[in-house]
């Protein structure tokens, strides 16, 4: 009974003291950031002189126009780069899910992107954008067309589309190696029944896929809500608070208005919002599985 015991205590045993530093490393700096969102603190202060105002700096956020129009711009930042992203990455994985030469030095072009500092692709694509110089503009007037004033009037989507050039690639090997490592079996049945190359595709490719897929875009979203260094570089979240988005909003909270428990606050709403996207994708996620189990298993029945 007792060796029973020791025998199902041993991997605990063993995974006591990185479980204790992940909970040191991970528990004390969020019930940190909870304890100082109840304060009125500022950086002049040690958190032990702030004044406890409890729910106060949440209250007054929830009414805060430009709290809300960063959560705003931060929805639509996001929504729009990962629906861009995931369709041309995993487009481009069914495209190039095939024996081509030269396919490795292609998939190497394409993360480049990935490789590159933040703040480089924000200075890269400020340059491309610039109203005179940058080659945008420059191609518009060659072809005799109008000037567009990218990160003025249409400073959100520009900055969309640097984003999207990113991490585009991201999308692309994920997707890509979950293509690879389907079972050739279900496809080759799929071909024998007479499915074509698109019904292969939406019934059988995508929907096997679909577990690895909402756990790359859940990883692009939760990434697409903290993004900071390259709208930073690029507009520095103008003109006005188009390009705004949270991660910003916390910054220049803390550090331009020098109010930290209301930067506090405002990292617990995110926090809270990517909780939740999170705990939905992953409910998601499992319908997904239960859905390419069967799948698999009604293939192999009919094989």
């Known amino acids: 009974m007792n060796r029973h015991f020791a025998n199902r205590m041993t991997p605990y045993l063993f995974m006591a003291p990185a479980a204790f530093i992940?909970?040191?490393?991970?528990?004390?700096?969020?019930?940190?950031?909870?304890?100082?969102?109840?304060?009125?603190?500022?950086p002049s202060q040690s958190i032990s002189e702030a004044e406890y105002v409890g729910l106060k700096n949440y209250v007054t956020l929830f009414y805060d126009p430009f709290f809300r129009k960063s959560f705003s711009v931060t929805l639509t930042f996001a929504f729009f780069v990962v629906v861009f992203e995931m369709a041309i990455g995993v487009g481009l994985a069914l495209l190039?899910?095939?024996n081509i030469r030269g396919m490795s030095v292609l998939r190497t072009l394409f993360i480049l992107p990935m490789m590159i500092a933040p703040v480089v692709v924000g200075l890269m694509w400020r340059y491309m954008y610039h109203p005179t110089v940058g080659i945008f503009n420059r191609t518009l007037d060659n072809l005799g067309l109008e000037k567009v004033d990218w990160l003025g009037q249409h400073a959100l989507m520009s900055v969309i589309i640097a984003d999207i050039w990113q991490w585009t690639p991201f999308i692309f090997i994920l997707s890509l190696a979950a293509l690879q490592s389907l079972p050739q079996s279900a496809i080759e049945a799929a071909r024998i029944d007479g499915a074509t190359g698109w019904q292969q595709i939406w019934f059988i490719k995508l929907p096997m896929m679909m577990p690895i897929l909402i756990v790359t875009a859940l990883l692009r979203?939760?990434?697409?809500?903290?993004?900071?260094?390259?709208?930073?570089?690029?507009?520095?979240?103008?003109?006005?608070?188009?390009?705004e988005i949270l991660a910003m909003r916390i910054s220049r909270t803390a550090s331009e208005f020098r109010e930290l428990g209301v930067a506090a606050a405002m990292s617990n709403y995110l926090l809270l919002m990517l909780?939740?996207?999170t705990l939905s994708m992953f409910a998601f996620t499992r319908l997904q599985e239960r859905?390419?189990?069967?799948?698999a298993a009604a293939?192999?029945?009919?094989?």
């Open 96 to 98: 190039l899910d095939r």
């Open 275 to 277: 909780m939740i996207l």
């Open 22 to 42: 992940m909970a040191i490393a991970l528990i004390y700096p969020l019930g940190y950031m909870m304890y100082g969102s109840l304060l009125d603190w500022n």
């Open 221 to 243: 979203l939760i990434d697409a809500f903290k993004v900071l260094e390259v709208i930073l570089v690029m507009t520095e979240g103008g003109p006005g608070q188009s390009t």
């Open 291 to 295: 859905r390419s189990a069967r799948l």
């Open 299 to 303: 293939i192999q029945e009919d094989e």
